[in-house]
């Protein structure tokens, strides 16, 4: 029960409330969650269950199981370690988004995002979060945090839940909902729709981070890893899906754009909780709670590149926490400068836009591939199979080998090369 929860913990973050609304907002709504409920279902879930059972097997972290399958394949647990790290850099700046908002609610709720983004408060913040994460990561308290997080997340759903139900009952929902439910078959067959989903997929469920290695390493019983992760993986999925039907719900019934990008939840929650009765109080527990889901996430994705620094280099955890802390900053600052006046950006894209699709998009989805790759052609299979049929009770039909085998890495591959040509 209490690593369901705590992998709970780690899944469920602002990828489910703020990520997963503005890719459906901006990859034509019903035509994206299809794809995406898709791959949750089978792609997520399968890779859930392996990283688990790698971590499980081999006792270790990433790098550590991927170096015990071939020596060199330390190399491609490095990979997703760089993944992660640039994936942390940029997570704090949403965080520092969500802090000054809790604030922007509470004093003057006037201050829209456009106006927000456009100073350095977010620098601010940023540099505010990442001293709070220190803190948290420094004094060892991540153990309490998640315990506060079962809580939060469960608030989390009491406030989500009501606010859904008033959002589907306003007038003009209804187009909200049909936007966010129905699919245009033609759309569906966009390979960058799929690749956004995979990314998506991977990013909300922590899969392909290294983080859910590490959390099956500090198991030693023989609970049922297919059985928690179905949980999981259903929670999360829950959580996105009722985020999206408010979303959507209040964007439509308020005339507002889908297609915002990365902005969207900071522009019409906001514009919802000045409008209803206690909209303050709501605003200021929706942020803090937000808050809350994304310090316990952020704190795991740091945990990846600290255990993998001190693996590396052998040095003390303290020394490695200081300098994660202080390149996280250092990374993160180009992110957090992109809305700035300076308007930091690579090409025509922001900087922050372009690590959220680079890093956060790809790089998980090529990292999740490489780890199945591995794990599914040079493990021994009897052995795998096995370890992850362990204390379930079930038996797995061989096809699943073949399907991590083949149709896993081929998938991804596929939709990312065809997205990146854009064909
Ligand atoms: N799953 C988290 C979210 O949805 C992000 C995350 C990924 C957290 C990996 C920890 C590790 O926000």
């Avoid at 490095?78 to 004093?107: D, E, N, Q, R």
């Avoid at 803190?135 to 309490?144: A, D, F, M, P, Y």
């Avoid at 998506?200 to 899969?207: P, R, Y």
């Amino acid at each position: 029960m209490g690593f369901i929860l705590a992998s709970v913990g780690s899944a469920v973050g602002i990828g489910n409330i703020w990520r997963f609304p503005y890719l459906v907002g901006t990859n034509d709504g019903g035509a994206f969650l299809l794809p995406y409920m898709i791959i949750l279902a089978t792609f997520g879930l399968t890779l859930m269950v392996l990283e688990f059972a790698v971590g499980r097997y081999y006792q270790t972290s990433i790098i550590g199981c991927l170096a015990k399958i071939r020596r060199q394949f330390r190399w491609v647990g490095a990979f997703t370690v760089v993944v992660t790290f640039v994936v942390t850099s940029y997570y704090v700046v949403i965080l520092g988004w969500i802090l000054s908002f809790v604030f922007i609610m509470a004093i003057d709720p006037g201050i829209d995002f456009d106006s927000f983004s456009n100073s350095y408060y977010p620098v601010v913040a940023f540099f505010s979060v990442i001293a709070i994460n220190f803190v948290i990561i420094r004094k060892g308290v991540s153990g309490g945090i998640e315990k506060i997080n079962k809580v939060g997340v469960i608030l989390l759903i009491g406030i989500l839940v009501p606010l859904t139900i008033y959002a589907v009952l306003l007038p003009g929902s209804g187009d909200g909902i049909e936007f966010y439910l129905s699919t245009d078959l033609g759309r569906v067959m966009d390979p960058s729709i799929w690749s956004a989903a995979f990314g998506q997929a991977f990013f909300s469920l922590s899969v392909g981070f290294g983080t859910l290695v590490a959390y099956g390493s500090y198991l030693r019983n023989k609970s049922s890893l297919i059985r928690s992760s179905s949980v999981i993986v259903a929670f999360d999925t829950v959580i996105a899906f009722v985020a999206g039907l408010m979303i959507f719900s209040f964007l439509f019934s308020f005339g507002m754009e889908p297609d915002q990008g990365a902005s969207l939840v900071f522009k019409v929650m906001p514009a919802i909780f000045s409008q209803i009765e206690f909209g303050v109080v709501m605003a200021v527990l929706f942020f803090v709670l937000l808050l809350m889901a994304g310090l316990t996430s952020s704190v795991s994705l740091f945990q990846v590149p600290i255990a993998a620094v001190e693996d590396a280099t052998g040095m003390g955890r303290n020394r490695a926490v200081l300098i994660i802390t202080l390149l996280v900053a250092a990374v993160g600052l180009f992110s957090a400068l992109s809305y700035s006046p300076l308007g930091l950006s690579i090409g025509e894209t922001p900087v922050f836009d372009f690590m959220d699709s680079v890093f956060g998009g790809y790089g998980i989805s090529i990292s999740a591939m490489m780890f199945v790759v591995i794990v599914s052609w040079f493990m021994d299979k009897k052995k795998l199979i096995e370890h992850i049929q362990f204390g379930s009770g079930l038996r797995i039909p061989q096809f699943t080998l073949y399907f991590a085998r083949f149709v896993l890495p081929v998938a991804i591959a596929v939709t990312i090369v065809s997205s990146i040509l854009n064909l």
